[in-house]
Nanobody, 128 residues
Framework: VRLVESGGGLVQTGGSLTLSCAAA????????LAWFRRAPGKEREGVSC???????????NYDTSVKGRFTISRDNAKNTVYLQMNNLKPEDTAVYFC???????????????????WGQGTQVTVSS
């Protein structure tokens, strides 16, 4: 299984970026997918996740720090998950990782230990 993130970069406060995570070796339509991040000097934390089961607003889950600014989505045909990040703040600066796990429930977990497969990460830097 391989997860490859892309789309990171340097952006000014208030700007936007879209991260992508392409999966190989699995079909993501049977997997929950998530984004985590690790800021300098901090532990890795959950950002957002999306279930493979459509259930309205229970399909996705967001950390309170990004709710209303970030949007997670998936394209099963492209085997890819996305994270649209708007109104970026300096505190969003981090390495962003995508993760996946076999799943078949409506609400996805936003906990590190719940995920089996991880990408290498992509750097997002927000300048003030």
């Amino acid at each position: 299984v391989r997860l490859v993130e892309s789309g990171g970069g340097l952006v000014q406060t208030g700007g936007s970026l879209t991260l992508s995570c392409a999966a190989a070796g699995i079909r993501i339509d049977s997997y929950a997918l998530a984004w985590f991040r690790r800021a300098p000097g901090k532990e890795r934390e959950g950002v957002s996740c999306i279930s493979n089961i459509e259930s309205g607003d229970r399909t996705t889950n967001y950390d309170t720090s990004v709710k209303g600014r970030f949007t997670i989505s998936r394209d099963n045909a492209k085997n890819t998950v996305y994270l649209q990040m708007n109104n970026l703040k300096p505190e969003d600066t981090a390495v962003y990782f995508c993760a996946s796990r076999d799943w078949n429930l409506m609400s996805c977990p936003l906990m590190i230990h719940a995920y089996d497969y991880w990408g290498q990460g992509t750097q997002v830097t927000v300048s003030s």
